[in-house]
């Protein structure tokens, strides 16, 4: 490797070319789905092929004539359609096609025969058996022989009361057996059941059986009147007076209801003699049946109905005001609430109904309470990303009204590997070999002879990307820089580990449901170098009494794993040894035990309105200093080659699983860069500590998902104009790194949560601390400045939030929105810069809102925010990142949740 850098930095040039040869066989593609179909019946047909894979995106076209375009969904490579009504045979025709390029025109055809329902050579054949006598008052079973035709299956059967005294139906009635109790008669009559049978097809087959009723009991049956028929307006409330009587005993119950289709009616007192109702709202006149029956004290039933004639009235539909899913991005196992609101302009009751659009392969939710304007919704365990899409139907027993709401269904990072599994496979991601997986792995090197220049081979994974840039581009400023990075034994460290980096996904986001957060990070107590007898809970109490969401404290990891307080401000001669040594007069074991103790002072903090979590700060005076949030394990740079050296242990330990003593669950945020300069000083004039600002912020790809933040402003100072070109943020993005801007307060005084010190805001979907961890990888956050902190900023482009990583084709228009609400705080010039790479100001605007347009290019990677008010930089955003290309990026998964658990083996 040294000799091709020495080489190049001479300017010779290195090229090389990729091959790929195409073994694929030929493809046949065809249209399944059923040929012979029956009217109104939802069906699919759908593209396939003779290999297994995806059969890509197709164009589908049909006969207009025959079909209605509202009865058609189509896919991506399927078509589903509801058949016509028809009464006769008829064909529809259907077509798929597509241009790949430089191919022909693929191009498939289908057709599919409607028949009607009932067809007799389709429909199923049904035997519900011989008609019988039975006496009066007998439970008899009724059974029903089915068979469906043309390799199609029965779906459904249905039993149904066609006429005579009514009989009492014990059990199911969509089985292929059906019991009922046969009323009493003053005389023989017949009482006839038909059996409906239902094939996959839509097909409808039907037979019916008569039951002749015998006399045998001597009983008079009551005497009942349900009243005359009669005529109503639709949606309005009507009276019955009926009358019963028994001569020969007396009468035990009473009982209004209405027959199909309306047999879902509420009738009030249903169970006495002067029952009313409100009429359906129907939007043509028809006739409604309420029967009217009583029932004697021998068992012995007696049945009138009465119809009425139901005009309809003018009717508005009913207005749905909202519709939404809180929250509308959701993990596996969790619950979201189903929320919707809807008025109706003629006060008709209004009926609500969610359900699932379920695509192709896709989970299935588990929805509760779906007839409730607030349901709920419960997904399953994910394996991969949904987007499902839920309807709301809401119905004024006339109109409906719908509308479809999405959910963001996102999956979990798979978990991290156990003790017995790291055995087996030791290399996979999460075990301790894992960071070396690249260079214990043989493929890679037996990649290496076929094409040196493969992503796969050793030479291109450790090699880095300073290396690569000069065999790309060779020259002495690209060769050099090279040259100086594989000079320090940790850049090739640095290139191993297996993290994908920040930008192979996008975070998900939901407008609605999201909110801003505003807490204080980076936080010092008396367990490090605070003040004295202070500690984390103080912390907690103080910004939480503030008003604030959420406070991570960050003590210095030099000294938390011993007795000793490095502090500051006034002790009492009496206190020394609690000032110096136990830390806290209350609870002086905590000071053996400070990291757990600041665990545990964090959890008793928390609660609905407020999250505290925990960090420390890795402290190095050559490199710089860095916070490190919600590792359960912890490092210090001054007991190792951190401190000075190299920073080779800290990144392995950082990519180090957890589970071993690593930090591969922490969050990483860069403080105040610049401040550490002690061998930087010295050494300027030398052309400078090629180790100041964490190797001048070289590049880690193991270690970029997780690291996440720079500090831009910190206790009273503004930190990111004093980096190279004016601003830090500017050259550690151009340096690779996926960063959005903190405000820390870095406060080691007592009054922790002040208005005059910096604050953070996370756009997140709760204050939970799960939530609040995942906006942080997500860089969803801004900074705000000392005495600003009421500022609220939003910043989209193409209505895609901060910390987005987009796709755009080069030259396509990118739509920049963005807003500032100041709240209390007092903004008298307030003004924009929108920014690229290079700190170069790509636009800049007066005001608090501001719309304007960009230009994709390939050399604009990211746009941030400054935001000022007249020449004082008061407001940071996470940039927007912006990559070559159409189709956008896979959503992000999401952490398991955070568990504070032990490591099986102490860090290695």
Known sequence: MLSTLLSACGGSSVSGTKSTKDNSAAVVFYIIGDTDVASNTLNTLRVESNVNGDTGSWDWQF??????????????????????????????????????????????????????????????????????????????????????QGGRSIRSIEWQQQSGPIAEIIGAADQDTLTIKL??????????????????????????????????????????????DREAQANTEIHFDGSASDSDGELVSLLWEALEPDQALNIRNSDTLKPSLIT??????????????????????????????????????PQIRHAYIDPGVAYSGETVALLADAQDADGNTLHYQWSQLVE?????????????????????????????????????????????????????????????????????????????????????????????????????????????????????????????????????????????????????????????????????????????LSRPADVFASVKAAGFDFSGSSDHSDNMAIPLSAGRGDCAPEQILDCLVFVDDNNRSDAFLKWRATQEQALAASDE????????????????????????????????????????????????????????????????????????????????DPGFTFNDFRYVKA???????????????????????????????????????????????????????PKTVLISRSRSRDDLREAMLARRFYAVAQSYNDIRLDFRIDGQVMGSRLRRVIGSDLNVKLSMASNSATVIAPRFELVGPGNSVIARSSGSHWETTLVSSPALKYVFVRVFDGDRPIAFSAPIWLQEGAQPLPKCLVPQVWKDKPALLPSI
Not at 208 to 225: G, K, M, Q, S
Not at 620 to 642: E, L
Not at 659 to 686: T, V
């Open 63 to 148: 006969d207009n004539s025959q079909l209605d375009q509202d009865a058609v969904l189509i896919g991506r490579d399927s078509i589903s359609y509801t058949a016509p009504a028809v009464s006769q045979a008829t064909i529809l025709s259907f077509w798929a096609e597509r241009r790949l390029p430089g191919q022909e025109i693929q191009k498939i055809n289908k057709l599919v025969r409607v028949y009607p329902a009932d067809d007799q050579n389709k429909r199923p054949t049904v035997n519900a058996g011989s008609d019988l006598n039975a006496e009066e008052g007998a439970t008899i079973v009724l059974r029903v022989m089915t068979s469906a």
């Open 183 to 228: 009323p009493q008669v003053d005389s023989s009559a017949p009482v006839v059941f038909g059996v409906f049978a239902y094939d996959s097809g839509g097909f409808t087959g039907f037979d019916e059986i008569e039951v002749r009723v015998l006399d045998t009991f001597v009983n008079a049956l009551p005497v009942v009147d349900a009243g005359i």
């Open 280 to 317: 359906p709202n129907v939007s043509v006149d028809r006739v409604m049946k309420i029967r009217f029956t009583a029932i004697d004290d021998k068992g012995g039933s007696s049945s009138d109905t009465v119809s009425v004639l139901i005009r309809a009235a003018v009717n508005q539909p």
């Open 360 to 532: 192709e392969n896709q989970a299935i939710l588990t929805i509760t309470d779906d007839e409730s304007p607030t349901a709920a919704a419960t997904l399953p365990i994910l394996t991969r990303n949904y987007n499902f899409k839920l309807k709301l139907a809401v119905s004024d027993g006339r109109d409906i009204e719908t509308r479809d709401i999405s959910l963001q269904g996102i999956a979990n990072v798979k978990p991290q590997p156990d003790l017995f599994s790291c055995l087996s496979q030791p290399l996979q991601q999460g075990c301790p070999l894992s960071p070396l997986a690249s260079v214990l792995n043989p493929d890679n090197f037996i990649a290496c002879a076929t094409d040196p220049s493969s992503s796969e081979c050793i030479f291109t994974k450790i090699a880095g990307p300073a290396v690569l840039a000069c065999v790309d581009a060779p020259g002495p400023q690209t060769c050099g820089a090279a040259l100086a990075n594989v000079a320090d034994p940790s850049y090739v460290l640095e290139q191993l580990g297996e993290e994908d980096s920040a930008g192979q996904c996008n975070p998900a986001f939901d407008e609605r449901s999201f909110e801003h957060y505003i807490g204080a990070l980076h936080e010092h107590t008396a367990y490090s170098d605070g003040t004295y």
């Open 609 to 688: 309105n407020f999250t505290a979590f925990r960090g420390f700060e890795w402290t190095s005076d050559r490199f710089g200093h860095a916070n490190v949030f919600f590792s359960r394990n912890i490092i210090n740079a001054k007991t190792g080659p951190g401190y000075a050296l190299t920073m080779a242990r800290f990144w392995q330990w950082f990519s180090y699983p957890a589970e071993f003593g690593g930090g591969s669950d922490g969050l990483l945020s860069f403080n105040h860069p610049g401040r550490e300069d002690a061998i930087e000083s010295i050494a300027e004039s030398f052309g400078g």
């Open 703 to 757: 270690a970029d998902y997780r690291t996440v933040g720079i500090e831009v402003f910190g206790k009273g100072s503004e930190y990111d104009s004093d980096g190279p070109l004016g601003s830090w943020l500017s050259y550690a993005l151009d340096k690779g790194w996926y960063l959005g801007p903190v405000g820390s307060e870095d406060h080691h005084d007592t009054r922790w949560g002040d208005a005059d010190l």
